[in-house]
């Protein structure tokens, strides 16, 4: 054995810098495939084959530990979870050896042969060691078998059976001190009450790693497992090739397990570079969250880097490019995920983090052969890519084992690392600050806010358009106010006329006009109900009872759309055979009835004031109604805009409507007047005028668009057909920010977190925004980062636009789905808390009440349901 060897940078680029080598040693006997432990001050690995080597990560100058009892080669370690005392227990074919750290030291000083306690003998080979949080009992995985030792007693409490393969890993749960999980080489895992020796649960095999549609390539990805499998014994090539035989699926054993006690999920990884995590949340029924991909993340996020660097200037990117992952190189044609861990990414300062994690984000390390991964577990993707090969000071370029402590405290990891061709054993020292600001950093610069900060610029639209409506009063207005002015005035005489009556009698009323200043336009209290404007309730529980279904035609007709009206007192919603509908809020009564369009309508919105109905068809107009009368107030279509119109709403508190139109959106000022007049009764005297248009990047169609109307705000958020998301802000008139590539398909909605009048939220909370894909779920995103902060996954959504909304709360999401069923997610888990059911179809669209816990849904054969809270 060769004395370890200390090294240090010698470059002072920060690339250098970010992963330091801090030991290295040379064994004897090779260390890969051994399970490491790397703890918060110490790491552990086996040496020259049955030797327990010991390193202080804190003090490089304390004396190395060196702990001899086996007599076979170690095939696993770890740490205990308690400081004192501090317990690390090894494992063998021959033994199972549990050492107190610090009385090993305390011998080795007083010049004595510290000495274990051996636990179990001849359990075979041992893969996988694992303490309970309070280091009572041990885990040991042998063979099929799962052992749990106790370590006072030194007796074996349970032996857990099930598994059909070699079980590679297990976890304890830390808020469930029952609960153990397993993962196998047969490709599953299993939930243990390792108290009771009983079974909880059993996942079935998970498999749909790869969707190669060539069968020649599926056989070359199988025969390159099968070649890593046999080079990376225990893991056994003939499961891997198991399955090849039958349709060419080919599918990997599960070789690491994680338990975030944070995102209450189960994070599990295979040799071929798969990701599943699943929910561990109570009655979530160990649902699995998604699947992720290791290489094509690894792709996605070189693509990100590469498009921001576009943005950033040269030097600030300084992290080693990942085009040799992308390509796939002869030894990195998979990337086996060795191990997991967590990752303290969310504690480095805000001010050194930019757009690197959000605060509350769980992260987690992944240990791979060739190089570390940082994984996001709210948005599923890549925070950062570390390659062994990309840093000169490594002399281990693919590993064969690995082992990450990532929470250390003081904004640094460590990596423990045996070679995967050599004997050699390292540690490296990651500095996550310097991590973090080697990433690149999107040139946003624009700190964009959904809240306005200044006022309207002089060169604004908006401010154009507000003088203009000031200035210019039209003809009409100015005509009926001078006969209003003469009309009230009082008619006087200066001299007496005797036959005029004006003072021969007193004013007699005739009638007396309903006009109650107090009421403020709203119902009288006859029609006063649970609907008065009072403050929406926080704490309120879902709505999740289905109150009322009704169809809303006699022949079944699909629900495009749904919107309540500000003051949550009646229900809009636009149908396929080409009416409108205005419901009470509670569906009761008789609808009112808008008709006009000749085609499905696809876009409602109510004006602030509750005044209008604005509607959007298939035949490509734009109608405005006056939602008490139920009649036509303004129509724009051909010859107003360059394409057919597909979607519109109020904007700036009713001052404007926004419409798109192809690769465009137009800024139109509307006047609606409703004024009858018998010998003019078929000209329209609403008008409307387009005072300003903004075209998408590369002038691709528009799909979707959102903006606030509830409150004064400057941002549209705009998605393209291109799957882009573009932000335009009005006060400058111009784009502001571009995100490509934000779902794997095009954006059909984007759903804004707009609150209501009868409730407030945080200021930040109103740059959260959703978007939603046919085929690729739901992400939530800030508008202050343009980052993709959460995925919503769960609800399957592969060939109808369901529709997604927020409450008014902000607390929950909600989205239709083509199982019949709406699904609810809080804003902090990344799958569904709530999947309600009582519908008859594909659910197209949902909204929430803004004054009362109520959902509305509608359906696609034409039915609405609404639900209340228990």
Partial sequence: MEEPQEISSTDDSCVDDIV????????????????????VQHCAFPLDGNQLCIWNTEDPSHQRLILRGHQQPITAVVFGNTANPLLICSASQDCVIMWKLDECREKVLEGLTPRGTVMRT??????????????????????????????ESLSTSAELEGHRGPVTAAEFCAWRARVLVSVSEDRSFKVWDHRLGSLIYSSSVLTGSHAVSDSRSRLGECARLSAWAAMCEPWSSSQVMSDTSRGFSCASPLLSLFIDEDSRQLV??????????????????????????????????????VESQLCSLPEESQLPSTDGLERGGEIEVELPVLSLAPCALSLVPSSERGFVSSENASCLWIGSSAGLFILNLANFELEAVLRYKDFRNLSIQVAGSCAVMGKTGNHMAFCLLTSLFGSQVAVLEIRLACLVRSLPRP????????????????????????????????????????RSVVKDQPLVFHSRVRSSGYTSAPHVTMFLPKTNIKNNGKRSSKCKNNYKCKEYPSESPLPTRL??????????????????????????????????????????????????????????????????????????????????????????????????????????????????????FQLLKYHVDTCKDDLRRYKQKSRCKAMFSLRMTDAVEMTSFSAVNDFYSYIVLTAGRNRTLEVFDLNVGRSAALIAGAHSRPVHQICQNKGSSFTSQQSQVYNLFATTA????????????????????????RGYPCRIAFSPCGRYVACGAEDRHVYVYEMGSSTFSHRLAGHTDTVTAVAFNPSAPQ?????????????LAE
């Avoid at 359990?123 to 040991?140: E, I």
């Avoid at 005044?611 to 724009?636: F, I, K």
């Avoid at 085929?775 to 959504?797: K, V």
């Avoid at 696609?860 to 609404?866: A, R």
């Fill in 547 to 664: 109150s009322k279904q009704l169809a809303v035609a006699s022949d079944p007709t699909a629900v495009c759309c749904l919107q309540f009206s500000d003051d949550g007192r009646r229900l809009a919603c636009g149908l396929a055979n080409h009416l409108s509908l205005v419901f009470d809020a509670d569906l009761s009564g008789k609808p009112a009835v808008f008709s006009g369009h000749d085609g499905a309508v696809s876009t409602v919105c109510w004006s602030h004031d509750g005044r209008w109905l604005l509607s959007t068809s298939q035949d490509g107009t734009l109608r405005v109604w006056s939602a008490r009368r139920t009649e036509l107030a303004l129509c724009l279509g051909e010859g107003m805009f360059p394409r057919p119109v597909q979607s519109a709403q109020f904007y700036y508190i009713d001052a404007f409507i926004l419409s798109s139109s192809g690769p465009e």
């Fill in 443 to 482: 040139n946003v610069g624009k700190d964009l806010s959904v809240l306005p900060r200044s006022g309207v610029l002089p060169t604004s639209p908006l401010y154009f358009a507000l003088v203009e409506e000031k200035s210019t009063k039209p003809a009409s207005q100015k005509q009926s106010a001078v």
């Fill in 20 to 39: 330091i080598e801090k030991y290295l040693v040379e064994s004897k006997e090779p260390a890969s495939h051994v399970q490491l432990a790397c703890g």
């Fill in 774 to 797: 046919v085929g690729d779920g739901m992400r939530l995103w800030d508008l202050r980062t343009l980052r993709c902060e959460r995925r919503f996954e769960g609800h399957p959504s």
């Fill in 122 to 151: 001849l359990l075979g080979k041992v893969l996988c060691l694992r303490f309970c949080p309070d280091d009572r009992v041990v885990a040991a995985c042998a063979g099929n078998k799962i052992l749990v030792l106790d370590v």
């Fill in 855 to 867: 959902l509305a849904t509608a359906t696609l054969d034409g039915k609405l349901q609404l639900f």
């Fill in 268 to 305: 599990t990884g295979s040799a071929d570079g798969q990701l599943w995590i699943f929910s561990l949340g109570e009655s979530h029924h160990y649902r699995c969250v998604t699947h992720v991909d290791l290489k094509k993340k690894t792709e996605s996020f070189s693509t990100r880097r």
